[in-house]
């Protein structure tokens, strides 16, 4: 029996956001939860973000939240992009609203319990604390099947910047992959057995 169901293409974009952005955003990520054992758990799923942990920045522990999209809708950007389940729309929520970020922060500190995450969330939490909530680190990820097209991230972007001053910083990175969403949890199974 299998004790965990096929990953969906979402979950399969948000496992390889977080693996991208670890090894290659230099930014030195961290991600300090097991999300197998929340994905085991009913309603684990975090309110307010998809990616929440830490990035080194200006030789500092910075807090960071992020959201990640996967799309295979040709239209660019793609609908995932716009309104209120829209990637701007949360990232600015992650930014700004304070019962989110209570949240993060409360479901953050439950998982680093232990070095060296415990001396990462208290640097963070400080710096975070210190600049009234503005120093952290904002990460869009939009993960697609499609060709590359700037319109995807840019009027995101440009809009993220205008509502999102300093100390804030945020970035946001596309990928395109060459093999369909729809393919990639068969394609995982096939390399399962590889192994």
């Known amino acids: 029996?299998?004790?965990?169901?096929?990953?969906?293409?979402?979950?399969?974009?948000?496992?390889?956001?977080?693996?991208?952005?670890?090894?290659?955003?230099?930014?030195?990520?961290?991600?300090?939860?097991?999300?197998?054992?929340?994905?085991?758990?009913?309603?684990?799923?975090?309110?307010?973000?998809?990616?929440?942990?830490?990035?080194r920045l200006d030789g500092a522990v910075w807090l960071t939240f992020g959201e990640v999209k996967t799309s295979s809708e040709v239209q660019a950007p793609p609908n995932v992009m716009s309104g209120s389940s829209g990637m701007r729309w949360q990232l600015e929520g992650s930014a700004k609203r304070l019962d989110i970020q209570r949240t993060l922060l409360q479901w953050l500190h439950t998982r680093c319990s232990h070095e060296p995450?415990?001396?990462?969330?208290?640097?963070?939490?400080?710096?975070?604390?210190?600049?009234?909530?503005?120093?952290?680190?904002?990460?869009?990820?939009?993960?697609?099947?499609?060709?590359?097209n700037e319109a995807d991230l840019q009027g995101r972007g440009q809009a993220l910047a205008l509502t999102l001053p300093a100390p804030t910083?945020?970035?946001?990175?596309?990928?395109?992959?060459?093999?369909?969403?729809?393919?990639?949890?068969?394609?995982?199974?096939?390399?399962?057995?590889?192994?």
């Open 1 to 55: 029996l299998r004790s965990v169901p096929d990953p969906k293409g979402w979950e399969i974009g948000e496992a390889l956001a977080e693996c991208l952005l670890r090894e290659d955003s230099g930014h030195g990520m961290h991600w300090p939860w097991n999300t197998v054992r929340d994905r085991r758990t009913p309603r684990a799923s975090l309110p307010g973000a998809d990616l929440v942990g830490f990035c």
């Open 169 to 195: 910083r945020v970035e946001l990175f596309a990928w395109y992959l060459p093999v369909p969403v729809a393919d990639w949890p068969a394609l995982l199974r096939e390399g399962s057995h590889d192994n």
């Open 117 to 148: 995450h415990r001396s990462m969330y208290e640097e963070a939490v400080g710096h975070f604390l210190e600049s009234q909530g503005k120093r952290l680190l904002i990460v869009g990820v939009l993960i697609r099947d499609t060709q590359p």
